[in-house]
């Protein structure tokens, strides 16, 4: 997972696009696997700080790579008890 934190940082848009839907994917396992009521990715990625990338990369120039950042924002992740 901290492989796919370090890609998701990359200048290149294909490589971010590509970190963006592996971590997608290991979020939904997580969502599909919860530890507590809790996805233990999400926990995770929490703890690694990458929030703060992901919000933003809702900035980013490339529409894909803004729809997938948006997605897993909205799907896994909630901030100040509010749904992003």
């Excluded at 590509?18 to 997580?30: F, H, I, K, P, T």
């Excluded at 926990?43 to 729809?67: F, P």
Aim: a negative charge; aromatic letters at 8%.
């Amino acid at each position: 997972m901290e492989l796919i934190c370090h890609c998701i940082k990359h200048k290149e848009s294909k490589y971010i696009a590509v970190s963006l839907e592996a971590l997608s994917n290991l979020l939904q396992y997580g969502k599909s696997n919860p530890v507590n009521n809790v996805n233990p990715v999400a926990n995770k990625l929490d703890k690694l700080g990458i929030l703060d990338y992901l919000e933003s990369l809702q900035r980013h120039h490339v529409e894909l790579i803004y729809e997938k950042t948006i997605k897993i924002l909205e799907t896994y992740f909630v901030i100040d008890d509010q749904p992003i």
